[in-house]
């Protein structure tokens, strides 16, 4: 009997607490929310629509927020940059989906994708999806797989939960932009904030999982037909990685330098040219201060200036 009334019970609580989600999810961004750095994506659509040929089209997480200079790549190539990079939780399946209506003939795209990408199921997104495909562009729920529905749904509960709590309506902005909001991308889509702000110690990550994902390599193949058939090039660089995280992780990613090699991926340098010096980091093994965001950004425009001048 006891185990009858408790299970009456759990089901009379859960039809709420169902409803309460569901009611939550349709909740518009709250305004806390639409600061951060994920409604960045807005602008950077708007720079895929609009941005005039020639167009160099950069694909990755915050290694390329906080990690290119584009005013560098413009000078030196005459190019005009699209810094898609907001966070590498977005996951590089739905990175890459998401540019492929955008992507024009003569457009150059260069993926460059954090290492962790390549392993385990980061690839199909976190919490950070979630908060894109309902908050910010709700028509691109449709083009979700079931690895990254999969990923993202036991992430509902708390996100639907946070849009009924009263401080994510009362927001008061500080004069200075914080690094992770909206604000702090120029008009590249940059984050260049942090350029004349000191750096924090970074602690150096371990080892890449030994579970590499072949199944994301096969997804960045077809991903290269189908900007092959707009009449556009597609190009893999690497990360500007903090040396001492690197060091941790060569042996995984030669694994991944040895795969994009196998399925005929053209290179921009070598994973170790883009090793960064310990002291150019700013925040994170992948976010580079201004002197670090300079040197990565001189190596791909001189890795970029060779391919170019074959082509």
Same mark, same amino acid.
């Given at each position: ?160 939960? /946070? &849009? $009924?709590?009263? =401080? ?5 902005? @500080?004069? %200075? ?80 330098? /040895? &795969? $994009?090699?196998? =399925? ?5 340098? @070598?994973? %170790? ?39």
């Amino acid at each position: 009997m006891l185990k009858y009334f408790l299970l009456k019970i759990s089901v009379f609580l859960s039809i709420p607490l169902a409803l309460m989600l569901l009611v939550g999810a349709t909740f518009p961004p709250t305004p806390r929310s639409s600061t951060s750095l994920l409604f960045a994506k807005i602008e950077k659509d708007a720079m895929l629509k609009e941005s005039p040929s020639p167009r160099l089209i950069m694909i990755g997480g915050s290694n390329l927020s906080f990690g290119i200079n584009s005013q560098m790549i413009k000078d030196a190539l005459k190019l005009n940059p699209i810094n898609t990079g907001i966070h590498a939780a977005i996951g590089l399946k739905y990175m890459m989906d998401d540019v492929l209506d955008d992507i024009q003939p003569g457009d150059i795209v260069v993926i460059a994708s954090e290492y962790q990408q390549f392993y385990g199921d980061m690839a199909y997104g976190r919490n950070e999806l979630l908060r894109i495909v309902v908050d910010i562009d709700r028509n691109s729920l449709n083009d979700l797989n079931t690895k990254q529905w999969l990923k993202i749904l036991p992430y509902f509960p708390r996100f639907s939960l /946070s &849009k $009924l709590k009263p =401080n994510e309506y009362f927001v008061q902005q @500080s004069k %200075e932009s914080g690094v992770y909001e909206r604000r702090a991308f120029n008009q590249y889509g940059d984050v260049d904030i942090h350029w004349n702000r000191p750096g924090k110690k970074v602690q150096p990550l371990g080892k890449l999982s030994n579970n590499f994902n072949e199944t994301l390599i096969q997804e960045m193949v077809d991903f290269r037909e189908k900007v092959q058939q707009k009449r556009a090039k597609l190009y893999v660089t690497f990360p500007g990685y903090q040396e001492a995280s690197f060091e941790n992780g060569k042996e995984g990613i030669a694994e991944i330098e /040895s &795969k $994009l090699i196998e =399925n005929n991926f053209i290179l921009l340098g @070598s994973p %170790e040219r883009y090793k960064i010096p310990n002291n150019m980091m700013y925040d994170t093994p992948y976010h580079l201060n201004k002197e670090g965001v300079d040197l990565r950004t001189q190596k791909l425009i001189e890795d970029l200036s060779k391919v170019l001048k074959k082509n």
